[in-house]
Structure formats: structure tokens, C-alpha cells
């Protein structure tokens, strides 16, 4: 599984076939109520559902955004830096970075493309924009 590198935008990457399905209820459940607890589900028309996951000694620090793919893409968080692979949640494309291992998702075999891409490289002329977006941690 190989990545693919090309430009996307947010209409191609629905297209594409998930890389991961979640596998775990209690994953699931924390997205449920995330859609639920902000009143997006069923609003949703560039947004896309960032997960990034770092295993600890005994558990896990998981931290979701809901967010703006352009804006994600183009102005996200360092601890966004590795595109691990992608899914989706009731439709809702689903980013996922950090550790993403067998605990959390069954890894499909389908071919895996670099849907957020490098960063911009920020100069003089081309300063970083300030982009904080809400993002909810938790330990499982």
C-alpha cells in the first residue's frame, strides 16, 4: 500500500475507498457524540472528522477535530504532520494520524493517497495564518 501523491480537493477525496475501517465501539461511540454534542451531523459540506491517535505505556491519548478540509490542509497543527490512512463515519470522511494500529482500526487494502499533502513552506511573503481549531482529547 503505497502512497499516492497528487493534489486533491474535497469532492475527489470523497470519492476515494477508506483505507481503515474503526473497528473499536468505544471510537466509534466518542464520534457519535462528538456529531451529536456540535450539531454538525447531516451539515456537513467541506468538513472532515481529523482523529490522531498516541499510544502511551497503559492507553491512549486521542484527540478528534471536527474541521474545514481547505483550511485543515493548508494551515493544521504539526501534531497533523503524518497522514496515516482515512474512513469514513456515517459518511463523514474521517482523517487519521498518529498510531493508528489494529486496536483501533482493520487496516483494508485499498491503495493509499496522500489526501492533505506537504504544508505550505511559510516566508516573508507567504506568513502562516492563524489557525486553532477546536480539538477534543481524551485517554481510552
Excluded at 483550511?71 to 487519521?96: A, E, S
Aim: charged content about 25%; proline content about 4%; some cysteine.
Amino acid at each position: 500500500m503505497g502512497c499516492k501523491v497528487q493534489t486533491y480537493n474535497y469532492d475527489d477525496f470523497l470519492k476515494l475507498e477508506a483505507t481503515h475501517n474503526i473497528q473499536n465501539k468505544e471510537l466509534l461511540n466518542s464520534l457519535k457524540e462528538l456529531i451529536v454534542d456540535t450539531n454538525y451531523f447531516a451539515n456537513f459540506e467541506n468538513e472532515v472528522i481529523v482523529i490522531n491517535m498516541e499510544k502511551r505505556s497503559e492507553d491512549y491519548n486521542i484527540c478528534i477535530s471536527v474541521t474545514n478540509y481547505k483550511i485543515f490542509k493548508n494551515y493544521r497543527p504539526d501534531m497533523f504532520n503524518d497522514l496515516k490512512g482515512y474512513t469514513k463515519y456515517k459518511g463523514i470522511p474521517v482523517l487519521l494520524f498518529g498510531d493508528v494500529d489494529d486496536s483501533f482500526y482493520k487496516a483494508l487494502s485499498n491503495d493509499f493517497y496522500d489526501v492533505v499533502g506537504d504544508l505550505p513552506v511559510y516566508t516573508k511573503d507567504n506568513p502562516p495564518t492563524i489557525y486553532d481549531p477546536k480539538i477534543v482529547c481524551f485517554t481510552k
